[in-house]
């Protein structure tokens, strides 16, 4: 028997989480499926001006207090991949990496990827020079040059971005001038750090292990020309910003698309199957911004609740106080009331311990708050074994971090040891970049998770979520991945270079320390590489996630599971 819900949103992006807040308001039950951290492509955007009503925030904040008002009105989240679905009856059917959801409504706003150009070196440097993200990537070009690629608002916003870091940026635009709005157009042009070749096309990137020159064509005149990296500099960058691809593909052949992948809807954000409906960059539009996406979230749930409403008459469904299961042959029928499910699970939260020490700690009381009501749920007490070196720069940090946590719960052992103190031990964690936080399982063994460097930023929840998944009960896992994580028969080790603003380096540190923990071949390490500029060095990275396989292979790019296990059997 399994739970039906309402509505099911997939996507928790802008239009995502406005759908949710929406739902939840009218009271459905509404669960959203996240891939990835929430907020889509605002989250990467540092500055949101252009929002009614908001002078200025980051996408970042206003990506997480979206997700704080859904939850506020009693929707779930829960980290999933969706792989197919099946939308053929009343009863909407999910098949996701985690587990089957069922539903009587979807919304579809899994957003679009960035698209690629194809020009020549562009998929041989990607993270060695060539980046998507400026807010992952920026820090990596201080003092350097950088290319923008692109016409639009993206294009536009990120080259601004960029002039924190860079010593100037060069915006190439193949179009005679700007397509995004004319006001941060001239902003871009009047900034005297950034300089624009319109009617302009890159054809070419190479160089050696990193960067070292670009030709580009004038698409008026075919006038070539080329950058070579200046003597003293080591690199330069080149960021691509040139449209999007719709992320539309489990649903190619449930709904209705257009030629180029977009899901069709009405002006209702209905699809051609009823009970489905789709919103934000997921669907064709003329206007791809943030308030267009919340627009779309809106309207999708609106329209959703009134189908809710009608097919929960029509099929006989009560759920003014009681939630709603399935059984075997996906007949919906009434369960326990949330009350008595809210009792039978334990949800009270106790609070986080008194404070054992006067003086300052190292996080603020809310997040002490919010760490502690979280560990308070592991099932088994956890060791964090530092191994630190004194001379580190994070030396006095990060012996804060670990004294304040530690003291959040007593699920959470800490244990301090000095380099060359005990090797031994050094040689049981595999220790061999210091300083280290080796994560041990229960029983003391090694799980074979360590951290380089302090995790916070948005580290801060892969590794509370790689310590709840040592402890138990852990993140769900289908039997289907695990088997296939079981199946690793050989040493494989992972280290992943990250820095602490990357939205999309969690999901791979959490990945690969999944797989650590499940698999005794695995290893998993997570290093900041702004704090370890000799490991970034080696590998020449220039771009996170970076995944280093068996100190060899070397990957870019957020990486599902299942991706990194056909990377490890690639090996």
Not at 125 to 141: E, N, V
Not at 284 to 301: E, S
Not at 361 to 374: K, P
Not at 389 to 405: C, I, M, N, Q, R
Request: with cysteine; hydrophobic share 40%; charged share 25%.
């Amino acid at each position: 028997m399994g739970k039906l819900y309402d509505l099911i949103i997939i996507g928790s992006g802008s239009a995502g989480m406005t759908a949710g807040i929406y739902a939840g308001r009218s009271k459905l039950k509404t669960l959203i499926l996240e891939k990835d951290a929430p907020g889509g492509q605002i989250k990467i955007t540092s500055e949101v001006v252009n929002y009614p009503g908001i002078m200025l925030t980051s996408g970042e904040e206003l990506s997480a207090t979206m997700r704080r008002q859904a939850e506020n009105f009693g929707v779930e989240f829960t980290k999933a991949t969706v792989l197919s679905a099946d939308f053929s009856g009343d009863i909407k059917k999910i098949h996701t990496t985690v587990g089957d959801y069922e539903a009587l409504s979807v919304i579809i706003a899994t957003g679009a990827k960035p698209r690629t150009l194809g020009f020549k070196g562009e998929a041989e440097y990607r993270g060695r020079g060539i980046g998507y993200c400026a807010t992952c990537d920026g820090g990596f070009f201080a003092g350097k040059d950088v290319f923008v690629i692109g016409a639009g608002f993206a294009a536009a916003e990120e080259a601004i971005y960029l002039t924190r870091y860079a010593r100037k940026v060069t915006v190439i635009a193949r179009e005679p001038e700007f397509t995004c709005s004319k006001s941060i157009a001239e902003k871009v042009l009047a900034h005297p750090k950034i300089e624009v070749k319109f009617n302009t096309e890159i054809i070419e990137a190479g160089g050696d292990s990193v960067l070292k020159y670009a030709r580009f064509i004038n698409n008026k005149t075919n006038e070539e020309w080329q950058y070579d990296v200046d003597d003293k500099d080591s690199t330069f960058g080149i960021f691509i910003f040139v449209g999007y691809i719709p992320e539309s593909a489990e649903f190619k052949d449930s709904v209705k698309t257009d030629e180029y992948g977009y899901i069709i809807t009405d002006d209702e954000m209905r699809t051609n199957i009823d009970g489905v409906y789709a919103a934000g960059d997921v669907r064709p539009k003329i206007l791809r911004q943030l308030v267009t996406a919340t627009a779309d979230g809106a309207i999708a749930a609106t329209s959703a609740e009134r189908y809710i409403t009608a097919i929960k008459e029509r099929l006989g469904i009560r759920t003014e106080d009681e939630n709603v299961d399935v059984d075997g042959k996906g007949n919906a029928v009434a369960s326990a009331s949330k009350a008595e499910m809210k009792a039978t699970q334990g949800a009270e939260q106790k609070k986080p311990q008194e404070k054992k020490a006067e003086g300052q700690h190292y996080f603020d009381d809310s997040l002490r708050e919010q760490i502690a009501s979280v560990l308070e749920r592991f099932e088994n007490t956890v060791t964090l074994a530092a191994v630190l070196d004194p001379t580190h720069e994070t030396y006095g940090e990060l012996v804060s971090f670990l004294t304040d946590f530690s003291s959040l719960s007593d699920k959470i052992k800490l244990k301090m040891l000095t380099k060359g103190e005990d090797e031994e031990f050094e040689r049981r964690v595999n220790a061999t970049i210091f300083p280290t936080i080796a994560v041990l399982a229960p029983d003391g063994t090694p799980t074979g998770v360590q951290l380089h460097g302090i995790p916070g930023g948005h580290e801060i929840n892969s590794f509370i979520i790689t310590l709840y998944n040592t402890a138990g009960p852990g993140q769900a896992i289908s039997d289907d991945t695990l088997a296939k994580i079981d199946s690793i028969d050989k040493p494989v080790s992972f280290k992943v270079g990250v820095t602490l603003s990357c939205n999309m380096c969690p999901d791979v540190v959490v990945g690969t320390q999944l797989m650590a923990i499940k698999n005794t071949n695995v290893s998993a390490e997570m290093i900041d590489v702004m704090r370890f500029p000799q490991f970034r060095d080696k590998y020449s990275i220039m771009s996170v996630p970076a995944i280093i396989i068996n100190d060899e292979k070397v990957v870019f790019g957020k990486k599902s599971i299942d991706e990194l296990i056909e990377l490890v059997k690639s090996e």
